[in-house]
């Protein structure tokens, strides 16, 4: 078995949750005079790819330290919605199982799309990325339930609809502009569609089942859109810790991996390394043919 990483690269441009700490690094020691270089380094638990546990919104939840192994890693599905969903967009679990097989106690990553716009991307889009991805509603998250799913992962700011989070309030212009959106494509009002009762149900309505989630899915999370694979989350092992900066890697036998690497060969790669879909639009055209 090879790995292949689903983590965006982590620095200190890399943007964090809307209005959580950032990444913030200092030497404290370097190799002259001291022999050794030595960083200090604060930041929030959201910022880059990370999970989110339990008592980030459930009190008696458990801690990311409580997360065993076999929960964090196990088979799994990546689905592609990036044909079906776009700006402001409801994505369903219609579109995911039309596109892969999900097994009830499955790891679903969602490929939006939306990490084209990360910050290591040459189409980067810090907006675009955090506050107009696509996200699902209530219906989503109830199907994720039945199908009793280990934890979710999304490849964009947050698991939930952004105008479903306090985005639609700290960001009004691009509420409106969501609210004009939903009229013309759902023919109802983003309030109407996203009513009180439903504020981050993605948080609120699933950690309370333990199915958490991973924010800000990527590297080359491209080469893997509608197959399976063994996947792995790998957060701190973080006493009382309410989420976690976490690598997340698919498996895949040795030969698979030879040939998604041959794939990789002929893709045009960020400068952290990683496949750059927004210049390999072949790679999203060959997983819809699958």
């Not at 696509?134 to 939930?160: H, M, N, Q, T, Y």
């Not at 080359?220 to 989420?243: K, M, T």
């Not at 036998?253 to 400068?271: G, P, V």
């Amino acid at each position: 078995m090879k790995a292949i990483d689903l983590s965006i690269p982590l620095g200190i441009g890399t943007p964090p949750w809307p209005t959580y700490e950032p990444l913030q690094v200092k030497y404290f020691k370097r190799l002259a005079p001291n022999g050794a270089n030595g960083q200090l380094v604060t930041h929030s638990n959201h910022v880059g790819t990370h999970l989110d546990g339990e008592i980030h919104f459930h009190t008696p939840g458990r801690d990311m330290a409580s997360l065993p192994m076999d929960y964090l890693m196990h088979e799994g599905a990546i689905v592609d919605l990036s044909d079906a969903a776009g700006d402001y967009d409801i994505y369903t679990s219609q579109m995911v199982e039309e596109r892969v097989e999900v097994k009830e106690g499955d790891i679903l990553i969602i490929n939006t799309g939306y990490h084209r716009y990360g910050w290591d991307q040459p189409n980067a889009d810090e907006i675009r990325y955090m506050v107009k991805h696509p996200g699902p509603d209530r219906e989503f998250a109830e199907w994720a339930k039945k199908k009793k799913l280990r934890w979710i992962g999304v490849d964009c700011g947050s698991a939930d609809h952004p105008m479903n989070t306090k985005i639609r309030d700290w960001m009004p212009r691009q509420a409106q502009e969501c609210d004009a959106y939903f009229q013309q494509k759902y023919g109802k009002k983003l309030a109407e569609i996203f009513t009180d009762d439903k504020y981050q149900l993605m948080h609120l309505e699933m950690f309370n089942h333990s199915i958490v989630h991973a924010e800000c899915v990527g590297g080359d999370v491209d080469l893997l859109l509608n197959q399976r694979a063994v996947i792995g989350c790998f957060p701190w092992r973080f006493v009382d810790g309410e989420a976690s900066i976490a690598r997340i890697v698919a498996f895949v036998e040795d030969d698979r991996y030879e040939q998604l690497m041959q794939k990789k060969a002929k893709c045009t790669l960020t400068r952290h390394g990683d496949v750059s879909i927004a210049d390999n639009p072949w790679l999203a055209e060959e997983a819809r043919r699958k």
